[in-house]
């Protein structure tokens, strides 16, 4: 199994970047995936699942409106948009993807970095 992260880099206040997950190992439509964050000090946040076969989308209240996660079951990957970032979105971000209590998989993150 493998979650491999890209798309991170350092962004000005207000700029977008797009992170992308491929997955390999499992049967990825199979799967909810969702983005984590964790900034030095604080907590992992979950900020963003989709779920498998539906595509039903949640978010955390942090990020509504400004990112905007999506999946592509035939390329087994999944997709981060992030618009409008602010200094506070700076964090390492991983992807996760969970079936059941069983089946945990995480990739090794990606940084993101929003200064001026």
């Known amino acids: 199994v493998q979650l491999v992260e890209s798309g991170g880099g350092l962004v000005q206040p207000g700029g977008s970047l797009r992170l992308s997950c491929a997955a390999s190992g499992f049967t990825f439509s199979a799967y909810a995936m969702s983005w984590y964050r964790q900034a030095p000090g604080k907590e992992r946040e979950r900020v963003a699942g989709i779920s498998g076969y539906t595509g039903m989308t949640n978010y955390a209240d942090s990020v509504k409106g400004r990112f905007t996660i999506s999946r592509d079951n035939a390329k087994n990957s999944v997709y981060l948009q992030m618009n409008s970032l602010k200094p506070e979105d700076t964090a390492v971000y991983s992807c996760?993807?969970?079936?059941?209590?069983?089946?945990?998989?995480w990739g090794q993150g990606t940084q993101v970095t929003v200064s001026p």
């Open positions: 996760n993807a969970r079936r059941g209590r069983t089946y945990d998989y």
